[in-house]
């Protein structure tokens, strides 16, 4: 096996080159994770120079490193935020203690099982993704598409990092286990069910970055509230590229929906599947399909686990610091929506049980921001159409609505009608097959496919005719 100048090939803040055991343990995982990423990983996409973003350093100004690159030459670094002096824990029954440097003892399965869920997404996007490629409208799409995949690669090696680090043979373990799970496999798929969904088509993807990003993007602000510090500054480092997953995401539906706008406007319809474009009610049921997965995410309205996660100190809640309570939440209560005979209502809960349900409101109010703006977009062309999030109650598969019958503005009805009304909600099988009659392939720079409006501008001050993709 031949050895790696990690200073060199896997650019890190974590002085690897000092710690000969850690360095070990990651050389013997390393080839691993490259045999995974050219199986599992973007499919025929091994000889493409890409120009893609490197994290080199953690600073505002260096860690966006712009180069063109050999997709498995990717260099996937290890990188946590900067320490803060004198962190203290900011929550739960350790509330006031110095922040643990180390993994408490009597925590350690509790944050291997938090480290392993999230670790698990990362690898599992990019399956999800990995035949996208074959159909990307535009270079610049392609594009985005290779910075997600490198990037969700290198939060994989950011989540392996602490399990070799800090969790000795079992985190070695959990971190082989990480390339052994794949997404929609039989036998062993990924943690979480929405990362065992197909990403079919651009339409997904674009919804995916919105939409199961930005959970990322909430769990990972949970995570970085951490008592355990190596994983609060691992995910603060997270989301800083995680920003740039939901820009593609927002910034790729609004520019289906432009186009969609902008067609229904030209043949005063919104019936323009025969002019090439997507009917903006189809977009709404793929927005209705993935926001109600991504809901799901976020586990039981009322949870035990993370409630013991809270106060333990070792997962908290969105911008912690900025909540005015006690930040230990014994006596508190917060309104949870629960089914009451057909009726959906809000009844108060012990807030230390609903963690869960209050990050799921604080994504809900996140993701309302980016429909308001797609909404200007359709009212600025003079279309009559608004896009809606539906209720938290339609087609939930976890919690205290799995499985029930409510319609997307949250009135309960009855099984059979549901399963009637299914394909006016949510992607048909006929939506999808037109959808895929429009997923051609285009990569001449300067081109796109006729679905979806190029975007404002390129990437990183390139325009967006730059060929951002060489094919060789
Ligand atoms: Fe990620
Ligand atoms: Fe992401």
Redesign the pocket.
């Known amino acids: 096996m031949s050895s790696i100048n990690y200073s060199d090939k896997i650019p890190n803040n974590v002085n690897l080159s000092d710690d000969r055991r850690l360095q070990r343990a990651l050389e013997q995982w390393q080839p691993h994770f490259l045999d995974w990423w050219k199986a599992m990983g973007p499919d025929g996409s091994h000889n493409f120079d890409v120009y893609l973003r490197t994290a080199i350093d953690v600073s505002p100004k260096g860690w966006a490193h712009f180069d063109t690159v050999k997709m498995p030459d990717y260099r996937w670094g290890i990188f946590l935020a900067d320490k803060e002096e004198d962190r203290r824990i900011g929550f739960g029954m350790h509330k006031g203690q110095p922040a643990w440097q180390d993994v408490p003892g009597e925590y350690r399965s509790e944050l291997r099982r938090l480290i392993v869920t999230q670790g698990d997404?990362?690898p599992a996007?990019v399956e999800q993704q990995r035949r996208l490629g074959l159909t990307a409208p535009s270079l610049y799409d392609l594009r985005n598409l290779f910075q997600i995949n490198v990037?969700?690669g290198r939060?994989l090696w950011a989540m392996v990092y602490l399990l070799h680090a800090y969790f000795g043979r079992d985190g070695r373990e959990e971190a082989d286990a990480l390339l052994t799970r794949h997404s929609g496999d039989a036998d062993k798929p990924r943690i979480l069910s929405a990362f065992n969904v197909p990403t079919d088509d651009w339409l997904c993807f674009y919804f995916f970055c919105y939409f199961q990003d930005r959970d990322?993007k909430f769990q990972l602000h949970a995570l970085s509230e951490s008592g355990f510090d190596p994983l609060s500054r691992t995910c603060k480092f997270?989301l800083t590229e995680?920003a740039h997953h939901m820009f593609v995401g927002e910034t790729g539906v609004g520019r289906v929906i432009q186009r969609s706008a902008e067609l229904s406007r030209q043949h005063d319809t919104l019936d323009i599947r025969t002019f090439g474009g997507v009917d903006l009610p189809t977009l709404q049921k793929y927005l209705n399909f993935y926001y109600s997965i991504c809901l799901d995410l976020f586990g039981q309205e009322k949870s035990t686990n993370a409630a013991n996660f809270y106060s333990m100190g070792i997962k908290g809640r969105y911008e912690e610091g900025s909540i005015d309570d006690d930040h230990i939440l014994e006596g508190l209560t917060y309104k949870v929506p629960e089914i009451s005979g057909d009726r959906i209502v809000l009844a108060d809960m012990p807030a230390l049980t609903a963690v869960n349900e209050r990050l799921r409101d604080d994504y809900r109010v996140d993701s309302q921001k980016g429909v308001d703006r797609w909404n200007k977009t359709i009212a600025d062309l003079g279309v009559d159409f608004k896009f809606t999030l539906p209720h938290q109650a339609f087609h939930r598969n976890i919690g205290s609505f799995a499985g029930l019958p409510i319609t997307p503005d949250g009135k309960v009805i009855a099984k059979d009608e549901w399963a009637r009304r299914r394909d006016d909600w949510l992607p048909s099988e006929s939506d999808k097959a037109f959808v895929a009659t429009l997923m051609q392939r285009v990569v001449e720079p300067g081109k796109i496919a006729g679905w979806v409006a190029p975007p404002a501008r390129g990437i990183h001050g390139k325009p967006f005719e730059y060929e951002y993709v060489k094919f060789s």
């Open positions: 997404t990362e996007s990037e969700e939060h990322g997270m995680e």
